[in-house]
């Protein structure tokens, strides 16, 4: 799974040459969808019932889904190295969120390593403010990794109580719904049928979402 997740990056920087961030982001997300449908059919006993938690994983849904296209909009502009680096400080945020939220205690170590986590990440910005290209993808990506640690808090907050399988694969359905009304408000829908791209689409969704996901779940 490290291989897959590390490789990924660079995966999705290849399908960027040929659609849009929102396009790749939706069609990640459906084919995602399709890959897990078998696994929704087998847990459909679990699927809830209530309202109120549908409205929660729908809110969940789209909070991910935004966060993922920012992430994938810097990585537009950004080396695959450098997104992914920026992307995972969401644990420095999760455990900044987690403390007035989740009622976690901070302790003087845990406290040093995050102020330090985010000096390095000041750093970077700092580095590449000054070349005048890179600054906003620098901010699109730690939007993406903010979004990412507020989904997390958000689903130990709300929804930890419901099957984590479930929350996580019904997140990739309604994710593309939003997803396609953005993109074709926005733009327009784009696929391409370079072997590139679909191999890359594939890869992403696939194994990057759906068998990452199932993987995640077994450990």
Not at 94 to 121: D, S
Not at 127 to 140: G, P, T
Request: glycine share 8%; proline share 4%; hydrophobic share 55%.
């Amino acid at each position: 799974m490290a291989l897959i997740w590390s490789s990924n990056w660079s995966v999705m920087k290849v399908g960027l040459r040929f659609v849009s961030p929102l396009n790749l982001v939706m069609q990640r997300f459906l084919f995602a969808s399709i890959a897990l449908l078998p696994v929704l059919v087998l847990k459909r006993k679990n699927i809830p019932k209530d309202h109120g938690i549908w409205i929660k994983l729908v809110l969940l849904a789209l909070i991910n889904a935004v966060g993922v296209t920012s992430t994938h909009i810097g990585l537009l502009y950004e080396f695959s190295g450098l997104s992914s680096m920026l992307t995972y400080t969401q644990p420095l945020f999760v455990f900044c969120l987690a403390i007035p939220f989740l009622g976690e205690k901070a302790t003087t170590i845990k406290v040093l390593g995050i102020i330090l986590g985010f000096l390095g990440v000041v750093a970077l910005y700092v580095e590449r403010s000054s070349l005048m290209v890179f600054s906003n993808s620098i901010l699109f990506l730690i939007l993406g990794a903010f979004l990412w640690a507020v989904s997390i808090i958000y689903y130990k907050k709300t929804l930890s109580h419901v099957d984590p399988t479930i929350v996580n694969i019904v997140q990739f359905p309604i994710g593309t719904i939003f997803l396609l009304v953005a993109t074709l408000m926005l733009g327009g829908l784009a696929f391409s049928m370079n072997p590139t791209y679909i191999f890359s689409i594939f890869y992403i969704s696939v194994l990057g979402s759906a068998v990452g996901l199932r993987s995640g779940f077994s450990s």
